[in-house]
């Protein structure tokens, strides 16, 4: 479920830049951007922590 909300977050943004863009709404156009890396940030923070969690549990067995 949280991987869909950040995939629906980029998704967001993309539309929001895009129209913004379209419209030459320069604010919605940033929000659009700054909707899209928050949720690729989200998702790096996801991956490392998965990737940490994985190295601790081999250095448990």
């Known amino acids: 479920m949280a991987e869909e909300n ?3 977050e980029q998704a967001k ?3 929001k830049e895009t ?3 379209a ?8 929000e659009g951007k ?3 890396a928050s949720g ?6 996801d991956n490392v ?3 940490a969690n994985d ?7």
């Open 34 to 36: 700054e909707d899209k």
């Open 6 to 8: 950040k995939k629906l």
């Open 19 to 21: 129209v913004g863009n």
């Open 49 to 51: 922590k998965e990737k």
């Open 23 to 30: 419209t030459n709404n320069k604010d919605l156009e940033k």
């Open 40 to 45: 690729k940030a989200k998702e790096v923070v």
């Open 13 to 15: 943004g993309n539309v």
């Open 55 to 61: 190295v601790i549990d081999k250095f448990k067995k």
